[in-house]
């Protein structure tokens, strides 16, 4: 099609929709990190009851951005997943217990919830930190060779892969007390707004690590940021972060505002997603293949964007629609049974 950059629009569709996972899946993944700091058998049932209507579509984000990668680009497919073989793979164990344990401790091991909740809580904190290693691993660069993955099993594992691990860690784990904060009441609402500014911090510094670690890692990056004109589209995001951050912080200690912190620690993700894809830009294999390098053909991915362009306004209808049923405050007694 003349004129139009389809696998532009492609590596859009699939930012988009790996961003989508990390916001939705991002805080129901948090719940289970928050697990381990309330006690209660009840209250923690509230905490799952306030996910566990919507917690399995928000997985369709994922199944999207990872079928549109195979798709639309199969040389990133081919090799980024060889080079995260294993991350990823204890990254889908970790869904897997998390999501067997929404089913078991609410319908089938009565009594034994705390079986349950450990498995919740391993799962949970399994896959997130499994996605952060992952993430580290690809951003610090993937050697290719040949169209294929010139590197060993184990070369994600890396100080800055581990880092980039326990940051997502606590960047969902943030995203799970605001969400609480936002669907619960009481002690268990009062509870995540004391964790939220500890975690706040521990976010802001592994961003601040995250933001200084990369460029003196790769000089491309920092080359990249500190270089006129692109220092000025860097300059807004650490302004923008520290706005978002107090706003937070004030928010959190207005008792009678419950959706405002959940509002601005999803803006304050994005304000990282967004400084991560300015770095990378348009490389979808750093540091060497970018996207239009790994593209499959036109004709493949025209064919595949007619489908899509129909699968994703129904995802965020049916999205939007499941969040509005289950809209308002999850108390207990209520919810998943």
């Not at 995540?192 to 460029?215: A, K």
């Not at 803006?267 to 979808?284: M, Q």
């Not at 996207?291 to 036109?298: G, L, Q």
């Amino acid at each position: 099609m003349v004129g139009i950059d389809l696998t532009f629009i492609w590596a859009v569709i699939i930012i988009f929709s790996i961003m989508m996972y990390v916001v939705m899946d991002g805080f129901d993944l948090g719940i289970g990190i928050l697990f381990p700091f309330v006690k209660g058998s009840e209250e923690r049932g509230v905490m799952m009851n306030t996910v566990a209507p919507i917690w399995d579509g928000n997985e369709t984000w994922l199944v999207l951005g990872g079928a549109g990668l195979y798709g639309a680009f199969p040389l990133a497919y081919g090799v980024v997943l060889p080079a995260l073989y294993l991350p990823l793979i204890f990254m889908l164990i970790g869904l897997i217990f998390r999501g067997v344990a929404f089913e078991f401790r609410f319908k089938v091991d009565v009594g034994k919830e705390g079986l349950w909740d450990k498995s919740f809580i391993v799962g949970s904190v399994l896959a997130t930190f499994c996605q952060g290693v992952a993430l580290g691993g690809f951003i610090q660069g993937i050697p290719v060779v040949n169209r294929q993955y010139a590197g060993g099993p184990l070369d994600w594992l890396t100080p800055f892969s581990l880092f980039c691990g326990l940051g997502l860690i606590a960047a969902y784990a943030l995203l799970g007390s605001t969400w609480l904060i936002m669907k619960t009441e009481g002690h268990i609402q009062a509870r995540m707004r004391t964790l939220t500014r500890p975690l706040l911090l521990i976010l802001l510094l592994v961003m601040g690590g995250v933001s200084l670690w990369t460029p003196l890692s790769h000089e491309a990056i920092a080359q990249r940021w500190f270089t006129f004109p692109n220092i000025l589209w860097f300059m807004p995001v650490p302004i923008l972060v520290v706005v978002t951050a107090v706003g937070l912080l004030k928010s959190i200690q207005r008792e009678e505002i419950h959706s405002t912190p959940f509002v601005l620690t999803l803006i304050l993700i994005f304000l990282g997603y967004s400084g991560l894809g300015i770095s990378l830009w348009p490389y979808i294999i750093p540091p060497s293949v970018t996207i239009w390098d790994a593209a499959s053909p036109p004709q493949s991915q025209l064919f595949l964007l007619i489908g899509t362009l129909f699968i994703i306004p129904m995802t965020l209808m049916y999205t939007a629609w499941g969040y509005y049923v289950f809209r308002g405050k999850v108390r207990a007694g209520e919810g998943y049974h």
